[in-house]
């Protein structure tokens, strides 16, 4: 049996997101499309028969206990499968900057599912690990296997849908994260102007037209945003400069990215934007996901 395993935890784009109601469990029901893309954190797990599972990362500020999602979802994943007395040294390189709106957390715990899932030859289906990542958060069913997919309820009810075209993608964070419980106060205090074309963009993806999805793309919490984020729509309006098809902000924040059908013009802005905001990324869709 092998005894450890590196995988990848792919960063998350909503290329669209639409709030609808506050639910009776307390969370707000939602329509999104998320998108995987190439950015991703490195995950070396490293199996133990000590009953501890650790973490380790190296950004030093992160906690390495059970507050850090990756400790979480092993030992969620031991539970679930009657490993009594299995442990895990887990490292986390991280690339996706922490409080972007990328999915970062969330994505390293689904990547701890499928490695432990592999490792110890568990088996697990692509449902099972999703069910385990429902109790880790939101975005976690999501990235178990990622690619392209149509969201609903706390973002637990996933339908896939076809690969996004290929294409190039901007992303830029710029220097500030944002509270998700402020951002989703602020919606509930506020009318909503505009909605997605959430139909229109599932058909665009059908269709294999990339201008189609990236003229749909929209986020309602851009709506509720504080002025004190207004570089949120100034690094919009650079992207746009560089003739994006389409940018919207991820998720509750910060990140904004764009989509480009030339590299040439997608690698100018990321070059002038990288001048200016240290977390920027130049990179490419992901399609879904093999899981045992």
Not at 110 to 136: D, F, H, M, P, Y
Not at 268 to 288: G, H, I, M, S, W
């Amino acid at each position: 049996m092998l005894m450890e395993i590196l995988t990848h935890a792919y960063a998350k784009l909503n290329l669209s997101l639409d709030v609808l109601d506050r639910m009776d469990n307390g969370y707000h029901s939602m329509k999104t499309i998320m998108q995987s893309v190439q950015l991703c954190d490195d995950i070396l797990i490293k199996l133990t028969n000590d009953g501890a599972v650790k973490a380790q990362s190296n950004l030093p500020y992160l906690p390495n206990d059970e507050r850090n999602i990756a400790v979480k979802a092993a030992k969620a994943f031991f539970a679930e499968t009657g490993m009594t007395g299995a442990g895990a040294n887990i490292r986390v390189f991280k690339r996706i900057p922490v409080g972007s709106g990328l999915g970062g957390g969330s994505s390293d715990g689904a990547a701890v599912l499928r490695g432990l899932n592999t490792l110890t030859g568990a088996g697990l289906s692509r449902r099972q690990l999703e069910k385990i990542a429902e109790k880790l958060g939101s975005d976690v069913p999501f990235c178990v296997a990622g690619g392209t997919v149509f969201a609903e309820g706390r973002g637990d009810i996933l339908t896939d849908l076809p690969p996004m075209p290929d294409c190039h993608i901007v992303i830029c964070k710029p220097p500030f994260s944002i509270s998700t419980p402020e951002v989703f106060e602020r919606y509930d205090c506020c009318k909503t102007r505009c909605r997605p074309d959430t139909d229109g963009l599932v058909q665009a993806l059908e269709k294999g037209d990339l201008r189609g999805v990236a003229v749909r793309m929209y986020n309602v919490f851009e709506d509720v945003m504080p002025r004190q984020y207004e570089d949120i729509h100034l690094v919009k309006n650079q992207i746009l400069n560089y003739n994006a098809l389409g940018v919207t902000m991820s998720g509750t924040g910060s990140a904004v990215f764009g989509v480009f059908e030339n590299y040439e013009k997608a690698r100018e802005a990321y070059q002038t934007l990288k001048t200016e905001y240290p977390d920027c990324f130049l990179t490419k869709p992901v399609n879904r996901l093999k899981v045992v």
